[in-house]
DNA sequence: AGTTATGCGATTGTTCAACAATCAATCGCG
DNA sequence: CGCGATTGATTGTTGAACAATCGCATAACT
């Protein structure tokens, strides 16, 4: 429910009310809302309750910065055709068809497991972990703008041209294709962002 | 008490002996064990109970994988004289003191925090957490050898010089001893590891 | 004798009901 | 109109209960 958009950035979740509505007993249900709060998809106030996490600007911009970190190097670093890169193509691929279909939602998902990819190059289990952390906190901050089309729709060809660089073997460029194109995508999601803050 | 090492690696943790033992019933008790699984200090498997996590070599090595990433990103991308700073050299100094006293143990979490304080460089919250939790697992891997001393008695004048080399601009420089540094530190563990770990 | 079924005991998974502690909003009062 | 006490609701925590599941020891069988 979080990560596909159906809860509002804020709202505050009744432990009555949610075990009611799932069919789980609140004990149950606050030994998942203590995992949720660790992935950082919930905030727990105490005697307050806990409520969906409103991303932060701040929030955002550093998980681009982690993300910036993490995946150049895990590309720069990583051995030519590694089994990751069959996923990479793959979503690539997921994402052309997605985009034929104007189905932007699809878009964005195949987008995102594109980059999931990215650092699976550097086969650790840590760093896949907290990418998927902040692939969640990042889909949180997407659902509170609406217009997959204008978010995602410029990052297609540039993940072709991102992949064709890998598999040529030319990681550096490769590399900084990936660094520029992260630097534009947060300004612009830091920009629609800040807009719609305020409102 | 798992970063104490009051608890042997592979332990099983039975709810009921330790909700009593805490003085906490087995629910709350739940909960915790629910966001340590997720910490990766326990590892909970289903109808079979909750067991200390046993650091694999795998594990060990994915992370000082992660370490070299962001200690030396962080060193290398950090402004001069950064907040963080301060929180190094104190470290420095504890160690300083601690080796006088022949405190190993306080040697150890002086060296980790020195790390904890170059990760701190990079000003992301998301890093500091990840960090957080690389250290408790690495300390449960630590707790499993017991020479303090061998563990920790070679990196204190290192932090030292890597500390002198970031305070004087020389970030480059700083980041390549301290890459150096990381990778003789996880052969050392490893191996150290490795010997004791069939026995 | 060795191996496979079987039953038992113990532990986990989950629920329910209850109560204390705490917070927020309401109401009353100066 | 501002401020403080009271009330109401929600969280924090506990204890007990029961079903589901697993590991193990016993028993049966080839």
């Known amino acids: 429910m979080l990560i596909a958009g ?11 009310a949610v075990s009611e509505r799932l069919g789980v007993s609140r004990n149950t249900l606050r030994e998942a809302f203590r995992v949720l709060t660790h992935e950082r998809l919930l905030v727990h106030k105490p005697h307050a309750g806990v409520f ?3 991303p932060s600007l701040a929030s955002i ?13 895990a590309l720069l670093a990583a051995p030519a055709r590694h089994p990751a890169s069959r996923r990479m193509r793959a979503a690539v691929e997921s994402a052309l068809a997605s985009r034929q279909a104007d189905d932007w939602i699809a878009v964005g998902t195949a987008n995102m497991e594109f ?7 550097a086969d650790s289990d840590h760093l896949d972990r907290l990418y998927a952390n902040i ?11 609406d217009d997959p089309d204008y978010l995602h729709r410029p990052y ?5 041209a991102v992949l064709e660089l890998y598999l040529a073997g030319e990681a550096a460029e490769a590399a900084a294709l990936l660094d520029d194109y992260l630097l534009t995508s947060e300004r612009t999601i830091v920009a629609a962002y800040a807009r ?3 409102a």
Chains 1, 2 share one sequence.
Do not use: K, T, W
């Not at 980059?115 to 190059?121: C, D, E, P, Y």
């Not at 297609?156 to 072709?160: K, L, S």
């Open 61 to 73: 911009i550093d998980i681009y910065r982690v993300r910036r970190m993490i995946e150049c190097q």
């Open 196 to 198: 719609q803050l305020p």
């Open 52 to 54: 969906v996490a409103v």
């Open 6 to 16: 159906d809860l509002v950035p804020g709202e505050r979740l009744s432990e009555a």
């Open 115 to 121: 980059h999931s990819a990215i650092v699976a190059l």
């Open 156 to 160: 297609v060809d540039r993940n072709v």
């Open 135 to 145: 692939s969640a906190e990042l889909r949180l901050a997407f659902g509170l703008l």
